[in-house]
T-cell receptor
């Protein structure tokens, strides 16, 4: 059973608000990821981190930022939410690359921006 | 660039066998993964292939042909709880060892 947690599970906010989506894992994994997924569509990588103080942008420009001050914590921040940000956001972590570097996903945050 | 294709939807009957295909084009292939995602839930890992051939794990098997850029997931003795989306994902060395996901195949298992 994966130990990766996301809060909140659901969030409805107004345009222009600043929000932070929380993600924590207790498995000691160095690599963490944020994906965005619209209904029936593929997951798109928006940010990832190789470890503490490492952050990289993925292939989707989401106008969000991330930080990695602690191994277990990888929050994602939207400075000014817009309706186009409405989506499901999935956090994941993976074990060191020794072969099957499978992803462990959190339960996701369903964000609706009005 | 990367490109992964899967059928959008499939339907099968309880107790039957179903094969979900995945074709991919990547620059630096380094493993193919299958994930299961129930509606409204997070994806969970099913299988991993990095060498050609068949990997069997209980009712689920996954096959890989690197020369053809092709994989399939085989589900046997289908159960109602197998109704879910099945995501094919490729790890790409050129893409920072990150994963590129296909659009997923939504499988409906009927009684």
């Amino acid at each position: 059973e994966a130990d990766i947690y996301q809060t909140p599970r659901y969030l409805v906010i107004g345009t222009g608000k600043k929000i932070t989506l929380e993600c924590s894992q207790t498995m000691g994994h160095d690599k963490m990821y944020w994906y965005q997924q619209d209904p029936g569509m593929e997951l798109h990588l928006i940010h990832y981190s190789y470890g503490v103080n490492s952050t990289e942008k993925g292939d989707l420009s989401s106008e969000s930022t991330v930080s990695r001050i602690r191994t277990e914590h990888f929050p994602l921040t939207l400075e000014s939410a817009r309706p186009s940000h409405t989506s499901q956001y999935l956090c994941a972590s993976s074990e060191p690359s020794t072969g099957s570097e499978k992803l462990f996903f959190g339960s996701g945050t369903q964000l609706s921006v009005l | 660039g990367q490109n992964i294709d899967q059928p959008t939807e499939m339907t099968a009957t309880e107790g039957a066998i179903v094969q979900i295909n995945c074709t991919y084009q990547t620059s630096g292939f380094n493993g193919l993964f299958w994930y299961q995602q129930h509606a409204g839930e997070a994806p969970t890992f099913l299988s991993y292939n990095v060498l050609d051939g068949l990997e069997e794990k209980g009712r689920f098997s996954s096959f890989l042909s690197r020369s053809k850029g092709y994989s399939y997931l085989l589900l046997k003795e289908l159960q109602m709880k197998d109704s879910a989306s099945y995501l094919c994902a490729v790890r790409d060395q050129i893409y920072g060892q990150n994963f590129v996901f296909g659009p997923g195949t939504r499988l409906s298992v009927l009684p």
